[in-house]
């Protein structure tokens, strides 16, 4: 076979960041004003999760509000949050948001002319700023984007995270490739860098059923662990409640529930009631398993959204409200302000990732992580809604502040129970097709799981026979190559802390286990030689 031609670029930089949501676009600006920096990411700026993000964005109305945040935040982390780690953040959150409007985002205002806000599942008050109606992501992600378009970091797209450069110990650069062009070469891009931030989202594509776009494959988690730094709560995966089944599926956002909207099932009975008093506006985990009974009770048929008396709700047309979950409802043939919307679960946002403190530091020297790539705690066992596009923007500025002022040390968790991890008992390579790979991993480690299931699921996951390894410096391999690699490696970590949590917590529920700890340790994995 021929191999292509290589053309390798070094650069020297500051700050390398990897991933273009709110957090890595948030990091690039803010490290911008101190020194030079290459924001790479493998697709186009802002074309991530943060774009899709339809309910809005969670701050504290004033500091009155703060204690009632953080209360909320740890409520829905079922005891597993950090309370610093909470505290820091919803304290951060105004000041933050406000910094966001500056950068161009125009949230939605009320009829009083100051910030309308909207109530989602487990806010103890309406506190998620919106922008669009429903489609504040898109408006964060271009607005940041614009910026940093506007300003002196050096962008490169279409360009994927090969692996990260360690020197005795500590994180030192990264190997970016990006595709073959006209002139068949592969374009490998070595960046030496004082720093490195990883911001490269989840990992939704490990699920059959997911609100993520495509280029959620786990790349940085995948090339963190590699490296050997920390990883933690995989076990902890969020399954939005509402997805519309359809044949074209999207996310109904939470705020629709917020107005008003009611879940019925296959007989059109109010189930939610049944399980928690707060019905639909209970924590997600509580939502999501909840439809998975109603649809097995009735043979899997969907449950439905019943939206149609929201527009009474909110005295003005559903439309105006939520014009993005209106157009996507009428090209699906649903009217939502007469016709229920049949909705299913779907998988959503990783509350697990690389191990940091609160802002943003690893287990690696010169390796620092921010948004959904990230695990510091502030999730917990459950995500609050709207608290993800919070803890990307803020930690995407705490990191630069953490670098500039704090220097490359690595942060320890001797709280933190580890799980060392031979590397030979890891998958280097996909040996499993990414449908099946999908396919198991919805069935067996999806919203309700038991022992049998995941072990079927890391007999898939455990390559027969020895795979060829893909390594970094391989850089003639593919980019779905390269992400079918990062998936196996974390679907593979994500069923072994399934498996050892022989509890029930949060997101994560054990049918043979399905009651919680009195008292809930995090565990950390970790790659050893």
């Known amino acids: 076979m021929n191999r292509r031609r290589e053309l390798v670029e070094e650069l020297h930089v500051d700050v390398l960041v990897v991933g273009a949501g709110i957090a890595g676009l948030t990091a690039a600006l803010e490290a911008a004003h101190h020194g030079s920096v290459v924001l790479a990411t493998k697709t186009e700026l802002g074309d991530g999760s943060t774009h899709y993000a339809q309910g809005g964005i969670a701050s504290a109305v004033g500091p009155q509000d703060v204690p009632a945040h953080v209360a909320d935040t740890l409520a829905a982390g079922a005891g597993l949050s950090s309370p610093a780690a909470v505290q820091a953040l919803c304290e951060a959150g105004p000041a933050a948001v406000r910094v966001l409007a500056e950068r161009g985002v125009e949230f939605d205002r009320g009829a009083s002319g100051g910030w309308a806000l909207g109530l ?36 490169r797209e279409q360009t994927f995270l090969a692996g990260l450069r360690t020197d005795g110990g500590r994180v030192v650069g990264a190997d970016l490739v990006s595709g073959a062009e006209e002139d068949g070469a592969t374009h490998v891009l070595r960046v030496h860098a004082g720093a490195v931030v990883l911001a490269t989202g989840g990992a939704g594509q490990l699920f059959s059923h997911t609100t993520n776009p495509p280029v959620a494959t786990a790349d940085g988690l995948a090339a963190a662990f590699r490296a050997g730094a920390a990883v933690a709560d995989l076990e902890f995966f969020q399954f939005h ?55 097995a009770e ?81 999730h917990g066992a459950n995500r609050l809604a709207s608290n993800s596009l919070l803890e990307a923007l803020v930690t995407g500025g705490q990191v630069v502040r953490d670098i500039r002022e704090n220097g490359v040390a690595a942060a320890e968790f001797p709280e933190d129970e580890v799980v060392e991890v031979p590397g030979a008992a890891l998958p ?79 997101a994560h529920f054990r049918s043979d286990h399905p009651t919680a700890p009195g008292h809930a340790r995090r565990r950390s994995f970790r790659r050893i030689p």
């Open 120 to 155: 989602e599942a487990a806010h103890s008050t309406s506190r998620i700023l919106h922008a669009g109606g429903d489609r504040t992501g898109a408006a964060i992600s271009a607005a940041l984007a614009a910026a940093v378009r506007r300003s002196d970091v050096t962008i």
């Open 241 to 295: 409640p509402t997805v519309a089944a359809v044949a074209h599926p999207f996310l109904v956002s939470e705020a629709v529930r917020g107005e008003g909207a009611v879940l019925l099932d296959a007989a059109g009975e109010r189930f939610t009631l049944r399980v928690d008093p707060r019905a639909e506006l209970a924590p997600r985990d509580v939502v999501a398993r909840a439809i998975a009974a109603a649809m």
């Open 298 to 378: 009735h043979g899997g048929k969907p449950v439905v959204l019943d939206a149609t008396g929201v527009a009474a709700t909110l005295g003005k047309p559903f439309a105006q409200r939520f014009p993005g979950i209106a157009q996507l409802c009428r090209e699906s043939g649903i009217d939502p302000e007469t016709t229920p919307i049949p909705v299913t679960p779907a998988a959503h946002y990783w509350m697990g990732g690389i191990r940091t403190d609160a802002v943003g530091r690893t287990t690696l020297p010169g390796l620092w992580a921010a948004g959904e790539v990230a695990c510091s705690g502030v």
């Open 428 to 506: 280097v390579a996909s040996h499993v097709g990414r449908r099946d790979l999908q396919a198991a991993m919805w069935e067996h480690a999806g919203v309700v799981r038991d022992d049998a299931g995941l072990a079927v699921a890391m007999k898939l996951l455990t390559p027969q026979e020895d795979p060829v390894e893909i390594l970094s410096e391989d850089l003639d391999v593919p980019r779905h190559t390269r992400e079918d690699a990062n998936l196996v490696l974390a679907a593979h970590l994500l069923v072994a802390a399934a498996t050892a949590r022989e509890e029930s917590l949060g």
